[in-house]
């Protein structure tokens, strides 16, 4: 149970605004609807489109993981058609970090499925409905949620913006307390230019796609995806993940022990370290020292990643 006194956190997905937002900053602006990406899924299909929509893959681990940085996640809903192959791939990875699935159906006979009005409305009705929520973390880069961020603050909460380079409005930006590029969330792997402009419809036209043919993924390495996670394994990744999260945050080179304990519990609540064979926290800590260290020298204990690690 958190304590009366921890940030209550909202968070609201914008989801076919961050899909379409990532592939087109990878494959080039309105590279979605032209390749009709929306029609295809990376797990069922071995096209070229589908190839570069696992390529653009969203992680919604990382922005759960920002999110709870702020406090407890209370609400964590994200607004889509699912029905659609490309976004009902992501169902179970939405679900296992307890995302509600908004279903939306488009209102018209393009795509536009009315997301910002939807979501606009549900952030208004739970911040007079919960009082003690104390932040709202909107994904979306559209400049429809000005409106929405400028109400919230007025409401006295603190908004976090999360959107993709290229694919937000400044406005938006200007309009949030904090605003986060996704490229620059802990835990997304940096792409290979980050500096390098949007591809255009003529850069694309000068490539050739038989030269960027990749291998599918074999039975064998799905039978290993499926498998189940190994505790010890999963805790040192959840640790990993929980320090890196600390650092990128405070700035600071030694966490209070606590506080990371804290944030591990917001992204796992599973998580506790008598069931993994330990008396303490910190004892779990000191035995991860192959990527954690442990400094006793205070009554406040501190902990950071071992310099030279090798983040996942």
């Excluded at 209370?74 to 990875?93: C, E, F, H, L, M």
């Excluded at 919230?152 to 380079?165: E, M, Q």
């Excluded at 694919?167 to 980050?194: H, M, Q, V, W």
């Excluded at 039978?223 to 505790?231: K, S």
Aim: overall charge neutral.
């Amino acid at each position: 149970m958190a304590e009366p006194s921890d940030p209550r956190v909202a968070v609201y997905i914008d989801f076919d605004n961050i899909v379409i937002s990532r592939y087109d900053q990878l494959h080039g602006d309105q590279r979605f609807h032209r390749d009709k990406a929306r029609n295809f899924s990376p797990a069922r299909s071995k096209s070229e489109v589908a190839t570069k929509l696992h390529d653009a893959t969203i992680d919604v681990g990382a922005i759960i993981d920002f999110a709870s940085s702020f406090g407890s996640i209370v609400i964590s809903r994200a607004y889509a058609d699912w029905s659609v192959p490309v976004n009902a791939g992501y169902q179970k990875q939405l679900i296992e970090r307890a995302v509600d699935l908004t279903q939306l159906f488009p209102t018209t006979a393009g795509i536009k499925n009315g997301a910002d009005i939807r979501l606009s409305v549900d952030v208004v009705e739970d911040l007079f409905r919960l009082p003690d929520l104390t932040h709202v973390v909107i994904v979306a880069g559209d400049s429809d949620y000005i409106a929405l961020a400028q109400k919230s603050k007025r409401l006295g909460r603190y908004v976090v913006g999360i959107g993709v380079a290229g694919g937000t409005s400044r406005s938006l930006a200007a309009a949030c307390d904090e605003f986060a590029d996704y490229d620059a969330l802990p835990g997304i792997k940096p792409r290979k230019n980050p500096t390098a402009p949007r591809p255009t419809v003529a850069d694309e036209q000068k490539e050739k796609p038989a030269a960027t043919k990749k291998k599918t993924p074999d039975a064998s390495a799905k039978a290993d995806a499926d498998a189940p996670a190994d505790p010890q394994r999963a805790a040192t990744d959840l640790l990993v993940r929980a320090l890196r999260l600390g650092h990128a945050k405070d700035d600071e080179d030694w966490l209070h022990n606590s506080a990371v304990k804290t944030q591990m519990k917001r992204m796992d609540p599973s998580f506790q370290e008598s069931a993994l064979g330990f008396k303490s926290f910190s004892e779990f800590v000191k035995s991860r020292a192959d990527v954690a260290e442990l400094d006793e020298s205070n009554q406040t204990r501190l902990v950071r990643l071992k310099p030279g690690v090798n983040l996942p």
